[in-house]
């Protein structure tokens, strides 16, 4: 019976199937061909019909079944009525059985804060870097971030006509992160992962401070987050403002749950409350490892330049 598991587990549940369908949402509209795409802020700022689409289906399908949850999502869509065939009630019976860790039994639905990215990395979407891609799920009480989940519609696409497309990571702080073989980058290794899209100075000034053996440029919060725990990257380094809390707040959960860390530029944890500013004006800095290390090396100029 639902009514024996924590509104939490629950959630959690539920999101996992709802991103699941978003995933498959996102495949669909470029197997469709035509991508529906418009320009947001500016031209690296882009909203695509796969943004729209999976954005109704995440929120709607969460509202239906947890009416009582705040949700806050990346694209500023007008309320209409969602065609059925978007609604996901499904839930991830794996994640039921699992038991809600002590500190999270009691939490209500009200108490929660959903923080939805749709397609996280469009731009890298609409130019064919289809592994750059997440579909971005948060879940935040009292402005910490406490569960996620991400799935990558494109995971395994170039591994031939056989393979089985997409996965969904998901994870709960104290109970841990599924879904994925935990990697480790090797010893005194300093692989730095950072914007492809979004360079300026001071992230170029921050990212060369590190001292890196290698750079990798790509898309997407939830993808930087993945490379950190599959062994790929050591730190994600964005001295910048310019990713958002849905950006952020699922990735964060996932590498917090293996032991990582993620704050802003300065060290300050991030927050998620629904009242919070959705901008994070004082960048990111990420690693699963060696967090210490990393943050030391942050200059004082990029510090001050970037305010909270």
């Given at each position: ?6 509104v ?7 999101a996992?199937?709802?991103a ?74 794996e ?11 009691a ?24 592994d ?15 569960a ?40 005194g ?5 950072t ?23 790509v ?19 964005f ?11 699922a ?58």
């Open positions: 019976m639902a009514s024996s598991h924590t939490l587990m629950r959630l959690v549940a539920s996992y199937s709802i699941q369908k978003a995933g498959t949402i996102v495949r669909r509209v470029i197997a469709e061909g035509d991508l529906g795409i418009v320009e947001k802020t500016c031209a690296t700022d882009l909203q695509t019909k796969a943004d729209r689409l999976a954005q109704m289906s995440i929120c709607s399908s969460l509202a239906r079944k947890f009416p009582k949850l705040t949700i806050i999502g990346e694209e500023d869509l007008p309320f209409e009525e969602v065609d059925q065939e978007l609604i996901e009630d499904g839930q991830w019976e994640i039921l059985q699992q038991p809600c860790p002590s500190q999270y039994s939490v209500k639905e009200e108490d929660l804060v959903v923080w939805v990215d749709p397609l996280d990395g469009t731009k890298e979407y609409t130019e064919g870097l289809l750059n891609v997440t579909v971005l799920i948060g879940i935040a009480y009292e402005g910490k971030a406490i996620g989940v991400i799935n990558q519609p494109y995971y395994n696409y170039q591994a031939g006509p056989d393979a089985v497309l997409g996965r969904t990571i998901w994870g709960v702080l104290g109970l841990g992160a599924f879904g994925f073989q935990l990697k480790e980058v090797p010893a290794k300093h692989i730095i992962t914007t492809r899209s979004h360079n300026n100075k001071l992230v170029t000034d921050c990212v060369t401070a590190m001292n890196p053996d290698d750079v990798l440029r898309g997407g919060a939830g993808n930087k987050i993945i490379q950190l725990i599959e062994g790929k990257a050591s730190a994600y380094v001295a910048s403002p310019g990713c958002k809390k849905w950006d952020t707040c990735p964060e959960v996932i590498l917090h749950a293996v032991g990582g860390k993620l704050t802003d530029i300065h060290g300050n944890a991030l927050q998620y409350n629904k009242e919070v500013k959705h901008m994070n004006s004082a960048g990111v800095l990420a690693t699963l490892r060696n967090y210490d290390y990393y943050a030391s090396r942050v200059p004082e100029s990029v510090k001050n330049a970037l305010v909270p």
